[in-house]
């Protein structure tokens, strides 16, 4: 899970990647970048760490143009501590291309070596990103005859990439004269959303973003999501111009958005985040109340932030009071995205603080969105307790997560995952609950995908399913094999 965003403006552009970074930041806090173009000059700044503390004012002033992308990174691929890996990526030809990339490439073997041995190009970092580019690059190549690059080279150039690539990506790229490219897999299974705001002037200021609260804090027209397999080019004039470019386009988008990755205010693919998680509230109380005697509960608590709006539905419905016994510290990143496992524990405690006066003497009843490697939840148990809990029920808003996820989230190896090999019963244990409960599966899919035309989500980690279909087990074997530590 990363963050992107490309702009076509008719003002500078630096200010505006930066402030839709800032707004993205929830999606990736290991490294930053920003690229813009100024006519057919290229300039790019990456660096480690967040975005307030990544850019200074001679950076910004260097990132000329009118027309620029940036990108937000936790790393899926690759190593985190690695400048790097940094996204954007740049290659030179042809005409120069920058790109930034959000998903997980499930083929990175067979394209290192197409294209070390049959495209000849060479590849610097373990980056899927930089795969990207460069198959974009090479098959763009294929297709252009002069410097004037007509769109219909471009789409003829994804329609390949396509062919080539497999897993998750929505992208973005700059190509220098030209303008700016976002297309999305044939899949769909990571967001993308265009939007486009008037000038008055000759051409429309365009944004495409991983989520719907960039355009409206840009104060940009939602237009739609860009449809699975489709590509946007949009000149640096502001002509947009869009096409299908995938044989077999199916919308599968990932569960896991809604559960707990994109910020409540944000509408990806029709269906909002907020709503969504309000309604695996609905539906979690329900299954609470199969598996729990009534009255057994004196309050349910969230666990701040994006479970918030799932526990007030458990409430409400069970008819519990909802109380705030959490405090969570705003100044410490987000512990499911920490690069690694030690510093994903030493997180949760300078993350969260348990006021004793809501705790002490109760039988609690606690909601979280989800459990992956249960580091933050056993945490949160024994805070309980220490507070004076007399009873801890620990609950779920997404089903148990079983396996590893492979498009773009970042559980890429079982072993990493509480709930793998394990009964709930033997979760709670692990989690030192007195009880554990989770959402079902088929709940999880009904309540995010009510009141739309969605048929199927991408659901791999609780189900073990693999929507592409490319995904084996020999594959999965090398990934935990290879999995940095």
Known sequence: MCGIVG???SSPVNQQVYDALSLLQHRGQDSTGIATVEGRVLHMFKAKGQVREAYRTRDMRSLLGTTGLGHVRYATRGTASSEEEAQPFYVNAPYGIILVHNGNLTNT??????????????????SDTELLVNVLAHELQQRVTS???DPDQVFAAISRLHERVEGSYAAI??????GLLAFRDPFGIRPLVLGRR?????GDEWVVASESLVLEHGGYEIVR?????????ISLSGEMISRQCAADPRLIPCSFEYVYLARPDSIMNGISVYEARLRLGDRLADTIERHMPAGDVDVVMPIPDSSRPAAMQVAQKLGIEYREGFYKNRYVGRTFIMPGQAERKKSVKQKLNAMSSEFAGKSILIVDDSIVRGTTSKEIVEMARAAGARKVTFTSAAPPVRYPHVYGINMPTSRELVAHGRKIPEIGQELGADQLIY???????????EGTSIQQLEMSCFTGDYVTGTVSPEYLAWVEANQDS
């Open 109 to 126: 073997r067979e394209l290192s070596r197409e294209l070390n041995e049959v495209d000849r190009r060479h590849l610097n970092t373990n």
């Open 198 to 202: 008037s000038t008055g002037l000759v």
């Open 439 to 449: 959402q079902e599966v088929a709940d999880m899919q009904a309540a995010i995908t």
């Open 225 to 233: 999501d860009l449809a699975p397999g489709e590509a946007v080019f």
């Open 173 to 178: 790229a700059l190509i220098a004269g030209h």
């Open 147 to 149: 410097d004037d690059l």
């Open 7 to 9: 702009i076509v403006s």
